[in-house]
């Protein structure tokens, strides 16, 4: 019986319009999405693959190592994964600044890009965004109709003049409009992943795919949660015309409105400021106590001559300069220092250990008061930014909208944890070339300012590279929101079904 | 058929959707109205207080010409609209400034002039927020007010075909055309009834406070905004009278009604947009950068081939090194900022395929928000920039001391200036001219209606009940 009804129910939804309809909107939409969205992240992925070479080549103009360290840059590429949740990947900067004299964080960051930047103004979308509006609303028009009815027609009466039970009606019901539904979603979604293996430009690795599975799952538990709404709008109601609007506007509300209203009514805190600016005062503290004992040095050391430069010129190319560099905004406060000669006067030649003890004095505590100040740093940005951001995304997950999106950006990689992986591992990196620095013994040497004896080989300076985060990390931060999904839809499944046991025929 | 326009009228506002619409439009109207009571102020107050600190700091130059000439009139602020709730128009994407740079070169005696600026709007780089719409008049019409009228009109003429009272209506003696029309005003009435009152309390909510007013100008574009807002319910209005005259079942109507809804509102604009900026590609960054070191070079060459010459030679080369390299260096830049305005102007009329794009546009330009009103300040500021320059030339001219070689100091009137007599700079919004550059949308709109009403018409006349 159970069977028949589930068979019954499956024909019926299929040889509808709207069963149609759905497949053609969604396979239309999906895939001229992913080809516009293919075409995009090219464009990007060019313009990474010129500020890796242009970055690479103005290292290499310098022959020292002290304007190097002012001109290491770690670039940002465009994630693949961002095509199906864009999430905050093409938003935040990716150009990474790599120096001894600070710790590179989310907010150093530059967009470095050879796009237009008027371009932001149009609103960027991907195929969960896709989904989001259009499954959303498929559920809705297959599930308004399927209590309310045959209640109106009377065929429910009549179905129910059977020995079955109620259970079974509401399971027969759901499964087969969701083997319905998922035909577009599946459909879509492999004539996507199809557009994406074809593409030259795009490499997915393993991790990728079981990525987009969490995608999958994540989409389907999304889908079913709006049809379980759709179901107990309609088993609420006694008339179509009546489920239809109430499931409308639900729709509305959930899709278009709240994510936006929440986000419009919680402005950011001006609290913060407060706190920023005592955090920036302390990391200036820091640093006055660091300048005195630069100053200390330069007063107690026998020779003549005040740093950078020490009074020294240079017939060949020379750069010099210090000095503080500030933003309080994102509560950046630095000292930096440049200097380098391609040669020297002979009067001049007398100075260079001078300069070379001075320097030898200096790196390391720029390292060691970065390294302190980053402390502080870290802590004052997660209160002032990343908690508010933390608190929008829980307001936001009161919408099923909201959780899906949380979701499915923790499987591709894009949400805030997944970016702030990336700048780990720049930190990480940084520790790698300051270490590499100690062990040429570089900031006592003469090779830090002078490039007349020889020349620093940037080749053998350790590579950058990112992986993205592992497929262990991500799905524990995606597991989560799938599983709050999931707990929706039961929910809704028991209310829907104590209120259609207990309704009148 | 203003009877029947009369029962269609009374039938919705009894209705259940009516009810709904009317509790959705308040609360975003009411919401809107809240956020902007809180922003509007500070950032009124933010602009005035950057405005007043340039203004100073050009003052605090006035002592020599050279100073003047050299550095520029500083930052120019573009004035904030206060009809920036009716639509926000991508604004946090442009900048809210543009600025004389200076700090190029240095040769000696000679400094490079400075050269107006576009910086790129980067303030959304420290924002880890999640991204959302902004619920702005824009939106409220665009997304909320098209839905709402589609949901209005899906079933009254299938609807009613289903519940055999088409056949009834039409045994009367009452002309298909009446019936339609009538159908066609009491939609438009029952849709435009909970807009006016939802936007009527958003203009109270304003009125009731001091923090924001609304001068005259502002009321009447206001009422164009209102206006646009009714035709684009029109069409879809008639968007819907036509499919629902076109099928036999109202549910049919309804889904075919709500996917083309979505595919017109929400995926047109941002998917054309990015098809439609992929045809051309501005000057990038370094290519820029190659082209201005090649136009320093060549001067530089110049110059150097006159250096150690005798010294008004020398003076006069430097004055011409320094005045046509910033000229040239000036155009360079206009030139990319052209070709991504152009660009950007492609795609922009591209997406005017979507009527939700027309409108997002005509409210803009009403607002005075979003790119058109970014283009009109850049081209307040490069006007003003040239009478600057102006400036400084006749105040030399005036000093008969100076032997008037723009460039170099020894070669200006060293004479200071008067405070006052440095023009001041002025970002206008002049409603004539938004209304010039809203006319080809309102008509374009005007267009999409007049044929989907006739569309509809045709569909209903040939109706069989």
């Known amino acids: 019986m159970f069977k028949t009804l589930i068979g019954r129910e499956f024909l019926d939804n299929l040889m509808t319009f709207r069963f149609a309809a759905a497949v053609f909107i969604t396979l239309l939409l999906v895939v001229a999405a992913t080809a516009v969205l293919i075409k995009d992240y090219e464009r990007r992925l060019e313009s990474y693959n010129t500020s890796i070479e242009t970055h690479r080549q103005r290292l290499r103009k310098w022959q020292t190592y002290s304007p190097g360290m002012g001109r290491l840059n770690v670039d940002r590429p465009p994630n693949p994964l961002s095509l199906f949740n864009v999430g905050l990947d093409k938003r935040l900067g990716n150009k990474i600044p790599v120096s001894h004299s600070f710790v590179p964080s989310l907010w150093d960051a530059e967009m470095d890009s050879s796009d237009n930047s008027f371009l932001n103004i149009f609103s960027s979308i991907d195929i969960v965004f896709i989904f989001e509006v259009v499954l959303s609303l498929l559920a809705l028009i297959f599930a308004y109709d399927a209590l309310a009815g045959e209640r109106e027609r009377g065929t429910l009466r009549l179905v129910l003049t059977h020995p079955v039970r109620r259970g079974h009606i509401l399971l027969a019901k759901y499964i087969s409009a969701m083997l319905c539904l998922l035909v577009p979603l599946l459909m879509s979604l492999l004539l996507a992943v199809m557009l994406l293996t074809t593409s030259t430009s795009v490499s997915l690795s393993t991790d990728d795919f079981l990525c987009i599975g969490g995608i999958v799952l994540s989409s389907l538990a999304y889908l079913s949660v709006f049809y379980l709404i759709g179901l107990l709008i309609s088993a609420l109601t006694r008339r179509t015309g009546t489920a239809l609007m109430l499931s409308m506007f639900a729709w509305g509300f959930l899709v278009l409105v709240y994510p936006n209203m929440i986000l419009a009514t919680t402005p950011p805190q001006d609290a913060s400021a407060a706190r920023g600016a005592s955090a920036f005062n302390q990391i200036k503290q820091i640093y006055e106590e660091f300048d005195r004992e630069r100053r200390n040095f330069l007063a107690n050391d026998p020779v003549p001559g005040d740093d950078p430069a020490f009074d020294m010129d240079s017939p060949g190319r020379w750069t010099t300069g210090d000095g503080f560099m500030e933003n309080q905004l994102t509560l950046l406060y630095y000292y930096w220092n440049v200097l380098s000669y391609d040669e020297f006067y002979d009067r001049h030649l007398s100075q260079v250990p001078h300069v070379q003890n001075y320097y030898g004095f200096l790196g390391p505590r720029i390292v060691n008061t970065a390294d302190r100040v980053w402390l502080i740093r870290k802590q004052a940005l997660d209160e002032i930014f990343v908690r508010p951001a933390f608190v929008d995304r829980v307001l936001l997950k009161l919408s099923p909208v909201g959780v899906y999106d949380a979701a499915t950006q923790a499987c591709a990689g894009t949400d805030l944890k997944g970016i702030q992986d990336f700048f780990d591992t720049v930190r990480q990196y940084r520790q790698e070339v300051i270490a590499y620095l100690y062990d040429k013994k570089a900031f006592g040497s003469r090779l830090w300012f002078a490039g007349d004896e020889e020349q620093v080989d940037w080749n053998t300076l350790p590579q950058f590279s990112f992986q993205g985060s592992d497929i262990g990390t991500k799905a524990k931060r995606a597991l989560p929101d799938v599983f709050l999904l999931l707990t929706i839809n039961l929910i809704l499944f028991v209310i829907i079904f104590l209120i259609f046991i207990k309704s009148e025929v | ?465």
């Open chain 2, 1 to 465: 058929m203003w009877y029947i326009a009369k029962r269609e009228l009374y039938d919705n506002l009894n209705s259940l959707r009516f009810a709904l619409a009317t509790v959705l439009l308040l609360g975003l109207m009411l919401t809107n109205a809240v956020v902007h009571l809180q922003e509007q102020p500070a950032s009124v107050q933010k602009y005035l207080t950057a405005v007043t600190d340039a203004r100073n700091a050009l003052e605090a130059r006035v002592d020599s010409l050279y100073e003047l000439a050299q550095k520029g009139p500083g930052k120019l602020y573009k004035k904030p609209s206060a009809l920036h709730f009716c639509a926000e128009g991508g604004d946090p994407f442009l900048s809210g400034a543009v600025e004389s740079n200076h700090y190029f070169w240095e040769n000696g005696d000679l400094k490079s002039f400075w050269q107006m600026r576009y910086p790129a709007a980067t303030s959304n780089l420290t924002n880890i927020r999640p991204d959302v719409t902004k619920i702005d008049w824009a939106f409220v019409i665009g997304y909320v007010l098209s839905l709402i009228a589609l949901l209005f009109t899906f079933d009254s003429v299938a609807g009613e075909r289903e519940s055999g009272t088409l056949r009834l209506m039409l045994a009367n003696s009452v002309p298909r055309h009446a019936v339609l029309v009538g159908k066609f005003l009491g939609a438009l009435m029952s849709v435009s009834i909970p807009f006016a009152l939802a936007v009527l309390v958003n203009l109270l909510v304003f009125s009731t406070s001091s923090a924001v007013h609304l001068s005259i100008d502002a009321w009447g574009r206001l009422g164009i905004i209102f206006l646009v807002a009714i035709l684009y319910t029109c069409l879809f209005l008639a968007l819907g009278l036509l499919v629902s005259s076109r099928v036999q079942r109202s549910a049919v109507s309804l889904v075919m009604l709500l996917l083309t809804w979505v595919t017109l509102v929400v995926f047109m604009p941002s998917v054309l947009a990015l098809i439609a900026s992929g045809f051309s590609s501005p000057m990038s960054k370094d290519e820029l950068r190659i082209r201005q070191k090649q136009i320093n070079d060549k001067h530089l060459e110049e110059y150097r081939r006159v250096f150690g010459g005798p010294n008004s030679a020398a003076l006069q080369a430097g004055s011409k090194y320094v005045t046509q390299e910033a000229a040239e260096q000036e155009r360079l830049i206009e030139e990319r900022l052209d070709e991504q305005i152009a660009q950007v102007q492609r795609a922009r009329s591209i997406t005017r395929i979507s009527p939700t794009a027309v409108v997002q546009h005509l409210l803009e330009s009403f607002a005075g928000t979003g790119f058109e009103r970014h283009i009109q300040f850049l081209e307040n500021a490069q006007r003003y920039a040239i009478e600057y320059r102006k400036f400084v030339v006749d105040t030399d001219r005036g000093d008969p001391a100076s032997l008037h070689l723009m460039g170099v100091r020894k070669g200006m009137s060293e004479k200071p200036v008067r405070p006052e007599s440095i023009p001041v700079f002025e970002d206008t919004l002049s409603l004539s001219k938004d209304f010039n550059t809203a006319a080809m949308d309102l008509l374009l709109l005007t267009l999409f209606v007049v044929v989907l009403l006739a569309g509809a018409y045709l569909a209903f006349v040939r109706v069989e009940v």
